[in-house]
């Protein structure tokens, strides 16, 4: 079992930065893919950016070039920088690993809300 809690969420104006962070506990050693994914209301759970084991990194097409994902190895973390948002980024984002077996786990997810 992997545990993932999520912290850094909150109300910014556009323009503005956030940077949240994912900490993973429980058998972290299975964790082979960490990422962000967020939700609107209304709408779909989407990718915002994901990070393998050796660091390769992908992002959705909506937020390439503001938006960076990296991993602290050591402390099992990882961290979405989100520079310039937008009212569009408003959503819950929700911070998820992906485990060997395919198996996947979900964070409990944090509001970010971008204010025009």
């Known amino acids: 079992q992997v545990q993932l809690v999520e912290s850094g969420g909150g109300l910014v104006q556009a323009g503005g930065s956030l940077r949240l962070s994912c900490a993973a506990s429980g058998t972290v050693v299975s964790v082979v893919v960490m990422g962000w994914y967020r939700q609107a209301p209304g709408k779909e759970r989407e990718l915002v950016a994901t990070i393998t084991s050796g660091g390769t990194t992908n992002y959705g097409d909506s937020v390439k070039g503001r938006f960076t994902i990296s991993r602290d190895s050591a402390k099992n973390t990882v961290h979405l920088q989100m520079n310039n948002l937008k009212p569009e980024d408003t959503a819950v984002y929700y911070c998820?690993?992906?485990?060997?077996?395919?198996?996947?786990?979900w964070g409990q997810g944090t509001q970010v809300t971008v204010s025009s």
């Open positions: 998820r690993a992906r485990a060997v077996r395919e198996y996947l786990y």
